[in-house]
């Protein structure tokens, strides 16, 4: 089973990146201040029940300055559950409700079952932690581009320990968002491209399949 995925496994500790920002949305006339943006979007997304869209993720190692392209269709049920449905080169899929994460491929019985602690993941507390203690966490810019969208940068402070940092490419108009990168503490770089969304009439994605074997880790 292929391990390259939006998570970063050590042992049984689970990292996760800021993809889970792919679905904020702005509100009209938002604030250029990254907070404010924050704070808005963090209120849309509760708001605006499951949605999915297209995803094409690059994965480009440290050192390297090309890497692996995949492709498929990010789901989202905020404040519970995403799901990665990759669909090109391997069909594999990932599922995080609550503290419980999934994963499993189309080609194996078998399945990984695990859980976490989300507001200690850095990426993930970006959900669920409010906006206030998110400042005491990060750093964030926002810069206002040529054709009117933004890119929204966060970063651990200096006196914190680590590397982990993202840009978010925002589209103010469409209320959806353009792309997404961020570096790890190892330096590996993930850049996505999102679009074609589409709002979900159920909310059947969000549970395990009942035909996988799952291992308890």
């Given at each position: 089973?292929?391990?390259?995925?939006?998570?970063?496994?050590?042992?049984?500790?689970?990292?996760?990146?800021?993809?889970?920002?792919?679905?904020?949305?702005?509100?009209?006339?938002?604030?250029?201040?990254?907070?404010?943006?924050?704070?808005?979007?963090?209120?849309?997304?509760?708001?605006?029940?499951?949605?999915?869209?297209?995803?094409?993720?690059?994965?480009?190692?440290?050192?390297?300055?090309?890497?692996?392209?995949?492709?498929?269709?990010?789901?989202?049920?905020?404040?519970?559950?995403?799901?990665?449905?990759?669909?090109?080169?391997?069909?594999?899929?990932?599922?995080?409700?609550?503290?419980?994460?999934?994963?499993?491929?189309?080609?194996?019985?078998?399945?990984?079952?695990?859980?976490?602690?989300?507001?200690?993941?850095?990426?993930?507390?970006?959900?669920?932690?409010?906006?206030?203690?998110?400042?005491?966490?990060?750093?964030?810019?926002?810069?206002?581009?040529?054709?009117?969208?933004?890119?929204?940068?966060?970063a651990l402070p200096p006196e914190?320990?680590?590397?982990?940092?993202?840009?978010?490419?925002?589209?103010?108009?469409?209320?959806?968002?353009?792309?997404?990168?961020?570096?790890?503490?190892?330096?590996?770089?993930?850049?996505?491209?999102?679009?074609?969304?589409?709002?979900?009439?159920?909310?059947?994605?969000?549970?395990?399949?009942?035909?996988?074997?799952?291992?308890?880790?």
């Amino acid at each position: 089973m292929s391990q390259r995925s939006p998570f970063r496994t050590r042992g049984l500790k689970t990292v996760l990146p800021v993809a889970f920002l792919l679905f904020w949305t702005l509100p009209s006339g938002a604030d250029e201040s990254p907070w404010q943006l924050l704070d808005g979007l963090r209120q849309a997304l509760e708001a605006q029940g499951p949605v999915t869209g297209k995803f094409q993720q690059t994965y480009i190692p440290a050192g390297f300055s090309t890497g692996d392209a995949e492709s498929g269709h990010l789901s989202l049920w905020l404040p519970r559950c995403l799901r990665w449905n990759y669909e090109e080169p391997q069909d594999k899929s990932f599922l995080l409700c609550d503290d419980e994460v999934y994963f499993w491929n189309a080609d194996d019985p078998g399945g990984r079952h695990y859980r976490i602690q989300p507001e200690q993941e850095p990426g993930l507390d970006l959900l669920l932690v409010d906006v206030a203690r998110l400042k005491e966490r990060y750093t964030a810019e926002s810069q206002k581009l040529d054709d009117g969208t933004y890119e929204v940068a966060l970063a651990l402070p200096p006196e914190v320990e680590g590397r982990f940092s993202a840009k978010i490419h925002l589209d103010p108009v469409a209320h959806r968002i353009l792309g997404l990168e961020y570096s790890d503490e190892e330096g590996n770089l993930t850049r996505f491209t999102v679009g074609d969304y589409k709002t979900l009439a159920h909310t059947a994605l969000f549970q395990p399949p009942a035909n996988v074997e799952w291992t308890e880790e």
